[in-house]
């Protein structure tokens, strides 16, 4: 038995004992509003304190990491007894919850909120294609790059800042590293850093095509020699960033990577000192990860109308300019940020639509059924990173090895194929 089938029996008993002693009254006194999304302390108060402001009911907003989510929500649901009225979570998180019945249909929400404006192919994602809406689409982001002015003197001669090529990026980094005599590139490599999804949304499409067949191909033997080459240039402190604010303030990093929440702060308190651009584009185009959050109500919710009354507030077009200025993500609905909104988070607005409508982007979609393994998945590419880059091993080897993990947790979990991999009958296959 694994750790989280351990955590899964240990919480239904858990949870059972619990739920004993809770009066069906005290549940639905509030709406328990559990989300994997803005769980850092700042982000989280932010949201009971501003973005829940002016809801009438009263909402109790816990957070807690996907795989903990995961397990949370199944566990309730075989227990029979839900305390989760209300569900946010990013896309590939809630479709792991739709085959065992544990979200609830809401095509009365989805008519509800139809003259909000969002996008039909939103929408249709909430469906998982099944005809029914399982969740209404919340917010949405990406990752980009950040630099500070200090680093545009040495670009390479000709390089357009907006549409620079992986090439590009490292002759900058070496460039740097040789005037300022240390390197000034980060990642967000560190223990809670979102640097796996730099692999899968963003060096994997844009040297290989795909993310899961494209694994162990030639491309992908080439992709991570040429990462090792740029990583000679990126400052050794990355394997211990978390967030790439911190060390763009304190010019620790003169250029980063990371999820538009993560340097949001560093953009609303100096936007002066920085631009925004869209990550590198390599040989298959200029690979980006949309990152969608849904809401979605549990089977058996307790209090299934506050949700639906707080679903109808989060997606409000006010609330989502608040959750923008405040949290950096943005709307998914029809909603016009204002002119006077942060020169900050101006910043980000601007890189999110140039890496939307740059004319070679290619989406990679957040890893879809995963279910429990999503962080196992995650490893594959990190593993691989640390063999390859880190500790220098030989890249076809790792591949190979690396390889065969991958390839059992997609027969294990059966997921299918997503973008841009093309899709597949079954499990996807690491070709």
């Not at 109308?305 to 949290?327: R, S």
Request: net charge neutral; charged share 20%.
């Amino acid at each position: 038995m694994n750790a989280i089938s351990r955590l899964t029996v240990a919480g239904l008993a858990g949870l059972a004992a619990a739920l004993a002693f809770v009066p069906a009254y005290a549940q639905q006194q509030d709406v328990v509003f559990l989300s994997t999304q803005l769980r850092p302390i700042e982000e989280a108060q932010k949201v009971r304190e501003v973005i829940l402001k002016g809801f009438p009911g009263k909402v109790t907003y816990l957070v807690e990491e996907p795989p903990q989510f995961d397990v949370r929500m199944r566990a309730e649901g075989q227990a029979g007894r839900r305390t989760v009225s209300l569900a946010g979570a990013l896309h590939g998180e809630l479709s792991a919850l739709q085959p065992s019945g544990d979200l609830q249909a809401i095509d009365d929400i989805a008519a509800k909120v139809k003259d909000r404006g969002i996008p039909a192919n939103l929408m249709e994602l909430g469906r998982f294609g099944t005809g029914k809406q399982v969740y209404i689409p919340w917010m949405q982001a990406t990752y980009i790059m950040v630099a500070n002015k200090k680093a545009l003197q040495y670009l390479p001669p000709g390089a357009d800042i907006d549409s620079l090529t992986y090439d590009q990026l490292e002759a900058w980094g070496k460039a740097m590293t040789d005037k300022a005599g240390k390197r000034l590139i980060g990642f967000p490599a560190g223990p809670k850093g979102l640097m796996p999804r730099f692999f899968e949304g963003y060096l994997y499409p844009s040297f290989t095509g795909g993310v899961v067949t494209t694994f162990r191909s030639p491309e992908a033997e080439q992709m991570w020699t040429k990462f090792a080459a740029l990583w000679k240039y990126v400052t050794p402190n990355s394997t211990s960033y978390d967030f790439m604010q911190e060390p763009l303030m304190g010019e620790e990093v003169w250029v980063a990577f990371d999820h538009v929440a993560r340097v949001k702060e560093a953009l609303v308190q100096m936007p002066q000192d920085f631009v925004t651009f869209p990550a590198p584009a390599g040989p298959k185009g200029r690979g980006y990860m949309p990152v969608i959050a849904g809401l979605a109500i549990p089977t058996g919710a307790p209090n299934r109308d506050g949700a639906v009354a707080l679903i109808e507030h989060l997606t409000k077009p006010q609330t989502q300019i608040v959750t923008a200025a405040e949290v950096g993500f943005f709307p998914v609905v029809k909603a016009e940020l204002p002119a006077d909104l942060s020169p900050g988070i101006k910043l980000i607005a601007s890189a999110v639509a140039k890496t939307q409508n740059a004319p070679d982007a290619l989406p990679a979609l957040l890893p879809v059924g995963l279910a429990d393994k999503g962080g196992e998945f995650n490893k594959v590419y990190f593993d691989a990173f640390q063999r390859i880059v880190l500790r220098g091993e030989p890249v076809k080897e790792v591949l190979e090895a690396q390889a065969g993990v991958l390839k059992g947790i997609m027969e294990a979990t059966k997921a299918p194929c997503w973008a841009p991999d093309k899709p597949s009958q079954g499990a996807c296959p690491v070709q």
